[in-house]
C-alpha cells in the first residue's frame, strides 16, 4: 500500500544544516513535495522534486532523491530558528485524471532549532 | 491575490451533530481537495473536486460527504458526528493540471465533544 515515513523529531543548532529523511513507496509518483506547517497555520509548499530528477537546490534547501530505495531528503542550509516548524514529506500518486489533489503525507518531521 | 479561505476557523460540536465547512479557492482555482489532520493519523485525504465534479475519494467513510459549486467554492458534511472525527480540516486548491501546486488555507478546527 501506500505509506509515506519520516522520522517524528530533529534538534539542530541554529547555524548548522538540518537534513530530514523520508521514505515512500509508490513508485508511480510523479511528484515528490516537501511542506512546512507552522503552529496554527495551514501547509507551506517549500519544494518539490519531479521523479526523473535526483537533486534540486533552492537557496538555502536542497532535495535529494533516490528513486531506487524510494528515499527523499530535505537539507536546510544555515538553519534560523525562524525554520522551526514541522515538515512533510509528500508524494503524489498517479490518479485518474493525472490530478494531484490526492496527496500521501507522512507524518511529519518537527524541527526544533536551539539559538 | 487573496489565498485559500476555509470558515469558520473553528468549531464545536457534540456526538450525532452534523457540520458543514466551506472552503473559497484562490480566484481562478477549480481544483479543491479536502484532507483531514489529527495528532494519530497525520494528514488523510479525503476528496478532491474538479468542475463540480467529485476526481478522487479517499478512504473515510460515507458520513463524509463534499461539493463544489459553479464557482469553484466547495464545502465538505460530516454527518452522525464521533469523538474522533475531532481533528484539523485543510483545503487545498489549485488549478488542476497535473503539476500545478496546491495552496492550503489556514483550516477548520472541529472539535466534537
Known amino acids: 500500500g501506500e505509506d509515506v515515513e519520516q522520522s517524528l523529531f530533529l534538534s539542530v543548532r541554529e547555524g548548522d544544516s538540518s537534513v530530514i529523511n523520508c521514505t515512500y513507496t509508490d513508485s508511480s509518483s510523479t511528484y515528490l513535495y516537501w511542506y512546512k506547517q507552522e503552529p496554527g497555520a495551514g501547509l507551506q509548499l517549500l519544494t518539490y522534486?519531479?521523479?526523473?530528477?535526483d537533486m534540486k537546490q533552492d537557496q538555502r534547501l536542497t532535495v535529494l532523491l533516490n528513486k531506487k530505495d524510494k528515499h527523499l531528503s530535505l537539507r536546510i542550509a544555515d538553519t534560523q530558528t525562524g525554520d522551526s516548524a514541522i515538515y512533510f514529506c509528500?508524494?503524489?500518486?498517479?490518479?485518474?485524471?493525472?490530478?494531484?489533489?490526492?496527496?500521501?503525507f507522512g507524518k511529519g518531521t518537527k524541527l526544533s532549532v536551539k539559538p | 491575490k487573496a489565498g485559500v479561505t476555509q470558515t469558520p476557523r473553528y468549531l464545536i460540536k457534540t456526538r450525532g451533530q452534523q457540520v458543514t465547512l466551506s472552503c473559497s479557492p484562490i480566484s481562478g482555482h477549480r481544483s479543491v481537495s479536502w484532507y483531514q489532520q489529527t495528532p494519530g493519523q497525520g494528514l488523510q485525504f479525503l476528496f478532491e473536486?474538479?468542475?463540480?465534479?467529485?476526481?478522487n475519494k479517499g478512504n473515510f467513510p460515507g458520513r463524509f460527504s463534499g461539493r463544489q459549486f459553479s464557482n469553484s467554492r466547495s464545502e465538505m458534511n460530516v454527518s452522525t458526528l464521533e469523538l474522533g472525527d475531532s481533528a484539523l480540516y485543510l483545503c487545498?486548491?489549485?488549478?488542476?493540471?497535473?503539476?500545478?501546486?496546491?495552496?492550503f488555507g489556514p483550516g477548520t478546527r472541529l472539535t466534537v465533544l
Open positions: 487545498a486548491s489549485s488549478l488542476g493540471a497535473s503539476d500545478d501546486e496546491q495552496f
Open positions: 522534486i519531479f521523479s526523473n530528477m
Open positions: 509528500a508524494e503524489s500518486p498517479l490518479n485518474y485524471g493525472g490530478s494531484q489533489g490526492n496527496l500521501i
Open positions: 473536486y474538479f468542475s463540480e465534479t467529485q476526481r
